[in-house]
């Protein structure tokens, strides 16, 4: 993906939700740091003065001075740091919404344009860092212009050679230093961003693939990997701490000549008789308490850069084009009972070379059950997808209850289309919070209701926690079947109309997957249902059989009638019964010859 910077325009629009926020917490950060110069101006005035042994009278204001500027500085301080953050976590929070709304608009055909790791720490760490926009990007800039012209403002009224010194050190400190800085932190944090990112991508690797490289032997060339990324992020970082270093030091250094600059001309002044001699102290600390103005620029522009890095590669992630999108006014979805169907329907996923649904009809019309079945690759998926408006049909038409899918928003068409995948995806909580997600408000016994209609009824019964028991990430202290079965269940409490059954039985035993699918079918009956499926066991249920190759349909009927076709369905019955079955040498020859029998001359099984 492409991870360029963004305009620092861009970026900067980041914090538009919480502006009349921001702009009260630079309000009160500049009230702080000028409490603190003010408080050292003051304090030297008053030592100063009081050296000269002047009447007690005359002193009071500045000793009420002192005492107000030191307990303000510290209350301005902290309001700005509760209402800065209050800025900035009201930002990321807008921010998150956002980035979640645009990548669940383009899951998931879109989604695995990104490595896994690598889009985890977009959403992560990219957009946690891009609150130093707010606290600081804008608001030490906005700060050192308010507190520098009123600063500067004050040493011109008291001698106006010093408050030009002061004012071309600030300058300097404000705009060249901090260009300097950012210069020197562009290519640094572009990388440091990137390769954040790939770190985390071979970290999750490591982990979901564990095994795998375990048996493999490839443990090591994976750690060896991440030590890599690991070892270029930590040198990046100290480059980055090195500019930083630089940019203070410079920084420091200006700031120091202006105080001696101030020196000599208050010296002079002096001796000239133009300046008050308490003055002179004031001429001289003022600078140095206003490096606290400028210090903080260098970063800033850093901060910037880093920023400009990060939100690069959220508007990547948001900016991925959505295969679906919404009409401005869709069309409200009926009360049902409710009518999907594909006409015609041609459809590919975004990059690819070749349509993978072509001219596809099927109809779901209410309560009917229909099988889809064909080899891997044929396009099945990509049919359930076009289904619940995952992917947007390039021809033909995809309609509920006779209106094109199109015209409606796409979770009014998810509340009516359920869709259970292969892999069903179970959050590491609890059995009862994992199947709310189909319906929060359902209560104890319609959870144990809907597990008893998908077969899980005893298994509950022997959990020794019940409904609260811990299903691990991915649900992995269930098995296979569990997890499908509590897919289902979940779907159930849904209460879809119609209920798209994406391979369920996938990557069980064969006991297992009859059992599952003969499950389903049974708990499907009185609402529309399409099972995709590679196992033709128990499909004499269903009212219809689609057989999809090459992204298209090359039979359909009844069990029973396909059987006598003796076409491809039949074939592949044949050869699944085959696999079934261990049999003899002679057996399978036997076997064979039927099967192409079946095939050549079409007739009902042996």
Do not use: C
Not at 236 to 258: C, D, N, P, Q, Y
Not at 450 to 455: K, T
Not at 559 to 577: K, N, S, V
Request: aromatic fraction near 4%; proline fraction near 4%.
């Amino acid at each position: 993906m492409n991870d360029r910077p963004a305009s620092a325009l861009r970026t900067l629009a980041i914090a538009r939700p919480a502006r009349r926020r921001i702009t009260h917490a630079s309000l009160l950060g500049a009230g702080a740091i000028g409490a603190s110069i003010a408080l050292m101006a003051t304090s030297a005035w008053l030592i100063s003065r009081a050296a000269q042994h002047p009447a007690e009278a005359s002193l009071t204001l500045a000793i009420v001075g002192v005492q107000f500027f030191g307990l303000s500085r510290g209350f301005l301080r902290y309001a700005d740091r509760l209402v800065g953050h209050d800025a900035g976590l009201r930002v990321l929070a807008d921010l998150r919404v956002r980035v979640y709304e645009r990548l669940e608009a383009a899951a998931p055909a879109a989604l695995p344009l990104f490595r896994r790791g690598d889009l985890m720490a977009r959403v992560v760490n990219d957009v946690d860092s891009l609150q130093d926009v707010v606290l600081r990007v804008i608001e030490p800039f906005a700060v050192a212009a308010l507190v520098g012209i009123v600063t500067v403002a004050g040493m011109w009224w008291v001698l106006p050679q010093a408050g030009f010194v002061l004012l071309v050190a600030l300058a300097i400190s404000a705009t060249a230093v901090p260009w300097l800085t950012g210069h020197l932190a562009t290519r640094a944090e572009a990388k440091q961003a990137t390769v954040r990112g790939e770190l985390s991508a071979e970290v999750v690797d490591i982990v979901d693939g564990a095994p795998e490289l375990i048996v493999m032997g490839g443990t090591e060339a994976q750690l060896g990997r991440i030590e890599r990324a690991d070892k270029r992020l930590r040198s990046l970082s100290r480059r980055g701490a090195g500019t930083a270093g630089v940019g203070l030091a410079l920084t420091t250094e200006l700031i120091g000549l202006a105080s001696w600059g101030a020196l000599t001309l208050g010296v002079r002044a002096t001796h000239g008789g133009s300046l008050n001699g308490a003055f002179l102290a004031v001429l001289v600390l003022v600078p140095l308490a206003a490096v606290e103005v400028v210090s903080p620029l260098p970063a800033a522009t850093q901060a910037l850069q880093r920023s400009r890095v990060a939100a690069g590669r959220v508007f990547a992630a948001m900016d991925t084009r959505s295969v679906v999108t919404d009409p401005l006014h869709p069309v409200p979805v009926g009360s049902g009972p409710h009518t999907a169907e594909l006409r015609s329907v041609w459809a590919s996923y975004p990059g690819a070379g070749r349509a993978a649904l072509r001219g596809v009809d099927l109809t779901l019309s209410p309560g009917r059950r229909v099988a889809l079945v064909g080899p891997n690759g044929a396009g099945k998926s990509t049919l359930a997808d076009v289904l619940v408006r995952f992917l947007q049909a390039d021809g033909g038409e995809a309609m509920l209850d006779g209106v094109p899918m199109e015209r409606y928003a796409a979770d009014d068409v998810r509340r009516i289309v359920g869709l259970v995948e292969q892999r069903a995806h179970l959050f590491d909580t609890t059995l009862a919070e994992n199947l709310r997600i189909g319906r929060r408000s359902a209560d104890d016994v319609e959870l144990k209701r809907v597990l008893e209609r998908v077969g899980l009824g005893p298994w509950l019964d022997g959990l020794p926690d019940g409904l609260s028991t811990e299903v691990g990430p991915m649900g992995a202290r269930l098995s296979g079947g569990q997890r499908q079965r509590v897919a289902v269940a979940r779907a159930l409490l849904a209460d879809f109309p119609i209920l798209v059954l994406d391979e369920p039985a996938e990557h069980l035993e064969r006991a297992a997957a009859d059992a599952l699918t003969t499950d389903l079918l049974a708990v499907a009956e009185g609402r529309s249902a399409l099972l995709i499926t590679h196992r033709l066991s128990g499909l004499e249920q269903v009212d219809e059989i689609l057989v999809l190759q090459g992204g298209v349909i090359v039979e359909h009927g009844t069990h029973a009638a396909l059987l006598a076709t003796g076409g491809r369905y039949a074939a592949l019955w044949w050869e699944e019964r085959l696999g079934d079955q261990p049999t003899s040498t002679q057996q399978n020859v036997t076997n064979v010859t039927n099967v192409t029998n079946v095939i050549i001359k079409g007739g009902d099984q042996p």
